[in-house]
């Protein structure tokens, strides 16, 4: 089974951006211009990813290179998201600590072949909820840390250095940014069936490789989360990775 792009698609689109503006309209929900501007976006978006991985998906350099940009996508998207551009060479790290290993073990093991066309899709999925997990750690963390300034003044009042008052502070809303990705992991196959399953199954794969595929990719995101949230929290401890104001306001 596969959807074709074609009219019955674009109906089927236009209806339900049109129930939902209908449903801003009824909930007097604020910014219903920003939902339209994000369904164009992503029209736009992927008709333009639909043409750029099918010129590259045949060769194995231009899909590394179509992954690099969507990396460097990513670390955009994150430090705007956290308000930390200037510390962008350290949620590239965090976020990369997490993504190596992972794909490292994937392709090591023989689980998907050294090719474009398995690379772009489990990558670009796993580097997608990577850089969530690292924006949840940054907003969590950062938030705490400008709400409790006086706890953390307080730790330094009692001979804690700087990163272990920043640690004694932010450390506890860790947990917070891995619980979307356990969710995920807990309820897939009787809550939801994510993406990669889906799409193994309009592919025309079998259900028992369509949940092979949705396994290896759930674990491989919650390891790869689990890998940056605890990386950038280290960073964040040591005051590399912080926003303007809280390097200023957590001078020791």
């Not at 949705?214 to 689990?226: H, N």
């Amino acid at each position: 089974m596969t959807i074709d792009p074609g009219w019955p698609v674009v109906i089927a689109c236009v209806l339900l951006l049109t129930f939902t503006l209908v449903m801003y309209a009824v909930g007097r929900l604020p910014n219903a211009r920003g939902t339209a501007f994000a369904a164009t976006r992503a029209v736009l978006q992927l008709g333009l990813a639909a043409l750029i991985i099918t010129a590259v998906i045949q060769d194995l350099w231009l899909s590394i290179g179509l992954l690099t940009v969507m990396f460097a996508i990513a670390v955009v998207t994150t430090v705007r998201r956290v308000d930390a551009v200037r510390a962008w060479p350290w949620a590239a790290l965090s976020i990369l600590a997490g993504l190596l290993p992972v794909i490292t073990i994937i392709l090591l093991t023989g689980t998907i072949p050294l090719e474009g066309i398995a690379l772009i899709p489990v990558v670009g999925i796993i580097a997608g909820n990577t850089m969530n997990a690292h924006t949840l750690v940054g907003r969590r963390a950062f938030a705490t840390l400008r709400e409790e300034k006086p706890q953390y003044e307080a730790a330094l009042a009692l001979g804690l250095t700087r990163s272990q008052a920043i640690c004694e502070v932010a450390r506890r809303r860790l947990p917070e940014a891995l619980i979307p990705g356990l969710d995920q992991v807990r309820t897939a196959g009787v809550v939801t069936l994510p993406g990669a399953f889906i799409g193994v199954l309009l592919g025309g794969g079998s259900p028992a490789q369509a949940a092979a595929a949705q396994i290896l990719v759930l674990i491989g995101i919650m390891a790869a989360q689990t890998t940056t949230a605890v990386v950038a929290e280290r960073f964040i401890e040591r005051a590399l990775l912080l926003p303007d104001d809280l390097k200023v306001s957590l001078l020791p």
